[in-house]
């Protein structure tokens, strides 16, 4: 298998400091509604004062967005209108960045300067320091040219463009094909029909279709390359030979040769899908794993290091693995580097961490001689969740329904409320993805709890028989002892017939 030795470039260090900190903000009161000043300056590394004035310029920026907006000294909370995506604002905020547009305009084949500077109005001053950015930005790469010029290949110069496109929602570098567009939706519904019953989330869609569409627009000009080995590793996938299939079957003009195939796997490899069934879930995972780490030694050895370095126990090991495959899964054919998330960042405490889970992958890459450009967000994002695994053991069982944006959180809740809820529970087994859909089933008993993730919250959807909690990651321990105040009460009406639920 042909990994890439570890470096580290990320885009994110290029954007301005203010627009990151701002969709940074952003993103985490629209998912958890409520945050703390002090936590966001230390993850952003800078003072309160500089954040509270952030977070007045989101509130100037998304008036009609912002719904209830309340600030104390230490606190921010505020709640949006369930008409836009978390999506649709860090876009917003994005294009606010002159880095990123004039990068995009530089990517699309305009290497005239004045010429960007007048489209994006932008002072000769400010045009040539953002090139000089993106010279040095090159260099880190090992892009810049000896003549000065700069040359990416095709596999990163097409996910940067995507990147941009996604962070931005700027699509001038990808044009709109509607036939394009439209095979690759059905490529995906295709994929999600034939492969466990997965789900792509709307988000992870969009992705698929602009690198389809993008695909399409640079295969004859831009011919996009895969080594024997890369190609060899994709091909005993079965989402490969699905994907071959599915174009086969569906007549589809997606690709225009066997290269741009392979292209099209990197899109679906890389994005996160759903499931709303444990059973076809687990299957799925089974046979990705297996494909993807049980098959290499080296990569295995590596999992067992990060946990037997970080401590975590036999009993997570599932979670482990969970997620360790989407970090490794995006890595093949090294084009990790710029694959679009949102934002992760770290408390002082969990820098730590981060510097070991580091320490490892480079030692693990100089060991096996490897080399890859990895993407620092997304060491932060599993990160993240080994620090959960290694904080929390879970020991019992027990029961109810869950909310849940991903198959980690679901498993991760789920593990939390059996260990340590009451022995009234019995967990559903289905994941669902959407509060409307868990509250509409008309499947449900008479009176029902429902977990859901505050990314996924909406409120006023409760009722006399319908008691709902927000939760996420790391409020699920309090969540789980509100849970049981809450039922013991209840067994003592019992008798009594009640109604609904209390608080």
């Known amino acids: 298998m042909c990994l890439l030795i570890g470096r580290y470039v990320m885009l994110e260090r290029y954007i301005e400091k203010n627009i ?19 936590t966001m300056a230390e993850r952003l590394n800078v003072c309160t004062i500089t954040i509270t004035n952030d977070l007045e310029l989101l509130k100037e920026s998304f008036g009609q967005e912002i719904l209830t907006f309340e600030r104390t000294k230490n606190t921010c909370k505020a709640s949006f209108s369930s008409a836009y995506s978390l999506l649709e604002l860090t876009q917003r905020i994005f294009r606010r960045s002159d880095f990123l547009r004039v990068l995009n305009d530089f990517l699309s084949g305009n290497t005239h300067w004045s010429e960007i500077a007048e489209k994006e109005f932008l002072s000769t001053s400010k045009i040539y320091q953002i090139r000089e950015d993106i010279f040095e930005f090159a260099e880190e790469l090992g892009y810049l040219q000896s003549d000065h010029t700069i040359k990416l290949p095709e596999k990163d110069l097409r996910y940067l463009l995507l990147a941009i496109s996604r962070y931005t929602g700027d699509r001038s570098a990808i044009p709109y094909n509607k036939m394009i567009a439209s095979s690759a939706a059905d490529l995906i519904d295709y994929v999600e029909e034939h492969f466990f019953d997965r789900d792509y989330p709307s988000s992870e869609r969009e992705i698929i279709i602009l690198g389809s569409q993008l695909s399409s627009q640079r295969a004859r000009q831009f011919p996009i ?18 994907l071959r299939e599915g174009v086969k079957t569906l007549k589809s003009t997606i690709c225009t040769n066997e290269e741009e195939l392979f292209f099209i796997y990197s899109l679906f490899n890389a994005r996160n899908y759903l499931c709303n069934n444990l059973e076809l879930l687990q299957k799925d995972f089974e046979v990705v794993y297996q494909n993807h780490i049980k098959c290499y030694p080296e990569l295995e050895k590596l999992l067992q290091q990060l946990r037997s370095a970080l401590n975590i126990s036999i009993e997570n090991e599932l979670l482990l693995k969970k997620a360790f495959l989407p970090f490794i899964r995006s890595t093949w054919a090294n084009m990790q580097l710029f694959q679009p998330d949102v934002i992760y960042l770290l408390d002082n405490d969990q820098q730590e961490l981060y510097q070991t889970v580091q320490h490892i992958l480079n030692q693990w890459a100089a060991d096996y001689q490897t080399e890859i450009h990895w993407n620092e967000n997304l060491i932060r994002k599993m990160t993240l969740t080994l ?54 089933d008309v499947f449900f008993c008479s009176k029902r709890i429902i977990v859901c993730d505050t990314a996924l919250y909406q409120p006023d959807l409760g009722s006399e028989n319908t008691l709902i909690f927000p939760v996420s990651l790391q409020t699920i321990n309090s969540t789980c002892f509100e849970i049981n105040q809450v039922i013991r009460p209840l067994e003592k009406e019992a008798v009594t017939e009640v109604g609904g639920f209390k608080k």
């Open 20 to 38: 990151f900190r701002q969709v940074y903000l952003c993103q985490q009161l629209y998912q958890k509604k409520k945050i703390a000043l002090h």
């Open 387 to 440: 620090d959960l695994l290694r904080r929390n053991t879970f020991d019992e069982k027990v029961e109810l329904y869950i909310v849940a944006p991903s198959d980690f959180n679901f498993l991760y809740y789920r593990k939390q409320l059996k260990a340590l809820l009451d022995d009234h529970f019995i967990i559903s087994n289905m994941i669902y993805n959407t509060l409307n859909e868990v509250v509409d």
């Open 225 to 242: 390359q895969f080594s024997d080995d890369e190609k060899q590793t994709a091909q005993q996938t079965p989402l490969f030979g699905l």
